[in-house]
């Protein structure tokens, strides 16, 4: 194991670094946004503003990439987030923060996307799964800790932002160091989200509504704990990195859980359970902090990895050449769900109650769930012999990047090789024996 990873430890250290800042930086603006008396609107409109430029990032990046190298364009990247991570403290406008916000998501997209492109560079068929796994939970990890830094100070302070800025800022030096070889450039990946939608509704619908959740909990759910009477420098950032404990928890779990059983009802199972821990936690009143943390883990472990169960539905009914533009669709619906999410969501708790944000949500796992309950009588259950091993790798597009469970092939016409791309000469004698095991193309996927 320490072989396989000693390679890509440089990689995988500016991945610690930019989520630990991205973490810190995620947790901070909604906080500092209220302590600035900013509108719940405003809040939830920087909110799908970030998830907007995700999406824009994931689109753009590719042709950044074959224009600059992925050095280049991992720096303008870093550089880029990190720009926006200190102008929020100089410019404190609602307007203002909005772009920062889409700037943010925007580069993170593209930093993702560059990062899996190298890791991708060294893993084969062998080792493929325990690099990504490494990368997950590095993911997790070092997010989490960033959410848990804003407990030491003020949230409005200058130096939480110039911390996040500092420590994305020095996510470039280990890339910029490595002696790795660039990897092939990302691919371009025409979409078709008719035929994606045709292939598995159950997938693109799911990815769509967990996306309007998700993104709703992770913008909201510090302001949520402040409302409810815990403190907003140490209690409210803690809450905020449950719910993603809880995820990390249970995700695992659930995956190899649906690999027996029908994924649409490991979905429907885990949203009727989000309603109840949603419902619940609104009735709490002058409870312990630790039995509301207990209610956030609970609800952390039902919908954080929901996206990861319709990604693996979407595989298991994508065909061998589907699986790009599969992971293509489900990015997008997911995406459009996070934009949209937080802002109805601010609506709602501006107009209605601070509750919005779990009953809001609840009414959407309940619509879900009755969607699934229809697709589960109307349409088979996908054998278990066809089904796609559950890979946490190529379902994560809830932490920034997708990837498709199989290596790009460049002559599938969904695919769209840069010109620059020439791929490496094999030697007959491997290609015979081991046609994939030395795939260099990347499985990152970007749409058109």
Do not use: C
């Amino acid at each position: 194991m320490v072989k396989m990873i000693t390679p890509i430890a440089a990689l995988l250290f500016s991945v610690a670094l930019l989520l630990v800042g991205h973490g810190l930086q995620s947790t901070i603006i909604p906080l500092a946004s209220r302590s600035l008396e900013f509108q719940d609107l405003m809040i939830g409109l920087a909110a799908s503003a970030y998830f907007a430029g995700f999406v824009v990032g994931a689109i753009v990046t590719p042709h950044v990439v074959v224009r600059a190298g992925h050095i280049r364009g991992f720096a303008i990247m870093v550089s880029s987030m990190s720009a926006a991570a200190l102008l929020h403290p100089l410019i404190a406008d609602a307007d203002a923060w909005v772009l920062f916000r889409f700037i943010t998501g925007f580069s993170i997209a593209g930093l993702y996307l560059i990062i899996e492109s190298w890791l991708n560079e060294f893993a084969d068929n062998a080792n493929r799964g325990l690099i990504m796994s490494v990368y997950i939970v590095v993911n997790y990890a070092a997010f989490t800790t960033g959410q848990l830094l804003a407990t030491l100070t003020q949230p409005e302070n200058f130096h939480l932002f110039a911390a996040a800025s500092i420590i994305i800022s020095l996510a470039v030096m280990p890339v910029a160091m490595t002696k790795a070889a660039q990897p092939a450039p990302i691919a371009i990946v025409k979409l078709e989200l008719g035929k994606v939608f045709r292939t598995s509704p159950a997938a693109i619908v799911s990815a769509f509504i967990i996306g309007m959740v998700l993104g709703s909990h992770l913008t909201f759910a510090p302001i949520y704990a402040i409302e409810k009477g815990y403190d907003a420098m140490t209690q409210a950032p803690v809450f905020a990195a449950t719910l993603g404990i809880g995820g990390m928890i249970s995700q695992w779990p659930l995956g190899r859980f649906s690999d027996r059983v029908d994924r649409r009802l490991v979905l429907l199972m885990i949203s009727i359970m989000g309603i109840v821990a949603s419902i619940s936690i609104t009735l709490l009143e002058d409870t312990s902090f630790i039995t509301f943390l207990l209610v956030g883990v609970i609800i952390g472990a039902v919908t954080q990895p929901a996206y990861s169960l319709a990604a693996a539905h979407g595989y298991d009914n994508a065909k061998e050449n589907g699986y790009l533009r599969m992971a293509a669709g489900l990015l997008v619906a997911f995406g459009l769900g996070s934009s949209i999410g937080p802002f109805v969501t601010s609506i709602l708790m501006q107009y209605v109650s601070i509750d919005a944000l779990f009953l809001f949500p609840s009414v959407l796992l309940a619509v879900l769930s009755i969607y699934l309950g229809q697709r589960i009588l109307r349409k088979d259950a996908v054998v278990s012999a066809e089904k796609e091993d559950f890979d946490m790798a190529a379902t994560s597009a809830a932490l920034g990047g997708v990837m498709a469970p199989e290596l790009l092939n460049e002559d599938d016409r969904y695919v769209v090789v840069p010109d620059e791309w020439e791929p490496q000469e094999q030697d007959p004698q491997e290609q015979d024996t081991e046609p994939e095991a030395d795939a260099k193309a990347a499985s990152d996927v970007s749409v058109q």
